[in-house]
T-cell receptor
Framework: DQQVKQNSPSLSVQEGRISILNCDYT??????FLWYKKYPAEGPTFLIS?????DKNEDGRFTVFLNKSAKHLSLHIVPSQPGDSAVYFC????????????FGTGTRLLVSP | KAGVTQTPRYLIKTRGQQVTLSCSPI?????VSWYQQTPGQGLQFLFE???????NKGNFPGRFSGRQFSNSRSEMNVSTLELGDSALYLC??????????????FGQGTRLTVV
């Protein structure tokens, strides 16, 4: 049972344009969401997070939107840069005070010059 | 501030052997969690330790175990290795423990290959 889903395995965008990565979840108990960026054979790098009490969180070029009623979140990267090319994972947590993340399957982003 | 350090980076073991992986968390972080990444199953939670106690456990067989020391360093052990245990093992540390949500910061991982 995949509780966190990233339905697009890959996404290609041109440098300077917007990248939108999507994530859906099924567990209504999730109330904290994170996005990580990952290169092969390395650990995930934390990008941005959002609590369920918010619907938007911004950090530089990265913005995460949360739609609780639709159980959907998205990561916007504006403007996209070639260095953003990596696999992006969304993750969710339902245990306040504990550290147990449920990860999506990832979306490979390719930003071309 | 040093990040999460995992050793070794690469390991090759034979079926039936056991292996121990090590993780040093970010200074001041008391929570250490472990994840397994495989092409077929993605990133899956193994267990979490906080103040030397296992707080959470994922859906893995008892061959997977861990411990945490008083300095928050953690080790993970896999006994009776199987070919399917070949994976990237990731350790994450966080300052979780106060009741709120905090981010988990990952190490570079240990690539285990079982032959």
């Amino acid at each position: 049972d995949q509780q966190v889903k990233q339905n697009s395995p890959s996404l290609s965008v041109q440098e300077g344009r917007i990248s939108i990565l999507n994530c859906d979840y099924t567990n209504s108990m999730f109330d904290y969401f994170l996005w990580y960026k990952k290169y092969p054979a390395e650990g995930p790098t934390f990008l941005i997070s959002i609590s369920s009490i918010k619907d938007k969180n911004e950090d530089g070029r990265f913005t995460v939107f949360l739609n609780k009623s639709a159980k959907h979140l998205s990561l916007h990267i504006v403007p996209s840069q070639p260095g953003d090319s990596a696999v992006y994972f969304c993750a969710a947590s339902a245990m306040r005070g504990f550290q147990k993340l449920v990860f999506g399957t990832g979306t490979r982003l390719l930003v071309s010059p | 501030k040093a990040g999460v350090t995992q050793t070794p980076r690469y390991l090759i073991k034979t079926r039936g052997q056991q292996v121990t992986l090590s993780c040093s968390p970010i200074s001041g972080h008391r929570s250490v969690s472990w994840y397994q990444q495989t092409p077929g199953q993605g990133l899956q939670f193994l267990f979490e330790y906080f103040s030397e106690t296992q707080r959470n456990k994922g859906n893995f067989p008892g061959r997977f175990s861990g411990r945490q020391f008083s300095n928050s360093r953690s080790e993970m052990n896999v006994s009776t290795l199987e070919l399917g245990d070949s994976a990237l093992y990731l350790c994450a540390s966080s300052s979780t423990g106060t009741g709120g949500f905090t981010e988990a910061f990952f190490g570079q991982g240990t690539r285990l290959t079982v032959v």
